[in-house]
């Protein structure tokens, strides 16, 4: 299996998007009654939570890559070694 880097925002717009089925899961299935109109904050707040999230993700990655570079960028680097 391919090695991938983890993406933290689809993991949490995933288990938001879960949760919502779940409750129209247990509404179908008469374990509960559920509003029609639950799933819209659950989902809206999913994904604007995600998209927090991988915005976070990405500016620490983004700040870990830089510096790596200004790390190896030094005297005595070598030009080939891969960062």
């Known amino acids: 299996m ?3 880097e ?3 925002g689809k993991l949490v717009a995933g288990l938001f ?3 919502a089925g779940v409750i129209y899961a247990g509404d179908a299935g008469g374990a509960w009654e ?3 109109f639950v799933a819209i ?3 809206t707040g999913g994904l604007f939570l995600a998209g927090a999230v991988g915005l976070l993700a990405r500016s620490v990655r983004g700040r870990r890559r830089a510096g790596r570079k200004r790390e190896g960028s030094g005297a ?3 030009p080939d070694a891969k960062v």
Do not use: K, S, T
């Open 41 to 43: 904050p659950v989902v």
């Open 34 to 36: 559920a509003p029609w």
């Open 6 to 8: 983890f993406q933290p």
């Open 17 to 19: 998007l879960a949760v």
């Open 2 to 4: 391919l090695r991938h």
């Open 76 to 78: 005595g680097a070598r």
